[in-house]
Every structure is written in C-alpha cells, then in structure tokens.
Nanobody, 119 residues
C-alpha cells in the first residue's frame, strides 16, 4: 500500500504560484495513476488533476485547466502540482491519492496541505 505525504502549501496572494509535492513510500507508486483533490471549508472534496502511471496522460478539472500542471517523478516517488495564477477560490486543503483514471480516488487519504490565497 502506498503511503502519501503532501507538502508545499502556504499563504499566498492572488496571482502568485505554488508547487505542491506528494511524496509516496512503498514500491507501488509507479504502478498507479495518481490524483490531486482539494476540499474547501464547508464543501465536498473535489477532483483537481490526475496523471497516468508513466506521466504521459493528464486530466484536469475545469477550474484547474490552463493554470495548474500535474507531473510526477517515479524515480523519486513524488508527484507535483504546479499552481499558477492562484485565485482566492483555490483556497482549500489539497490531498493526493491513487486514482482509477481519470478521477476516481481509492486508497487512504493523507493529512493534506493547506493552500490559502488572499485577495
């Protein structure tokens, strides 16, 4: 089973950028597609982006398309989410987890990393 730790969140201003990381333990990271999800206060957790096992195929939520880029480095057991032109509505706790492509999460959730975007 893959264990996951998210990092890289913080407090930024609208228009800034952040890069989130998802570090995985275990030898199965490269064998699963991975996804980013987020949950804002009082809202349901929602899909943000996903990436195939070998990184050749990506999917994005409409809210992320054109601003966010998901990538992975299987040699480092790490997935990334580059977030540009951040908006206050991007404020949420961001989580990573394995997915059945394109966006069906499975497995356990980590603690997530908080992203706060001020206007």
């Amino acid at each position: 089973q893959v264990q996951l730790v998210e990092s890289g969140g913080g407090l930024v201003q609208a228009g800034d950028s952040l890069r989130l990381s998802c570090a995985a333990s275990g030898r199965t990271f490269s064998s699963v597609a991975m996804g980013w999800f987020r949950q804002a206060p009082g809202k349901e957790r929602e899909f943000v982006a996903s990436i195939s096992r070998n990184g050749t195929k990506t999917e994005y939520a409409r809210s992320a398309k054109g601003r966010f880029t998901v990538s992975r480095d299987n040699a480092k057991n790490t997935m990334y989410l580059q977030m540009n032109r951040l908006k206050p509505e991007d404020t949420a706790v961001y989580y990573c987890t394995p997915v059945v492509p394109p966006s069906d999460p499975f497995g356990s959730w980590g603690r997530g990393t908080q992203v706060t975007v001020s206007s």
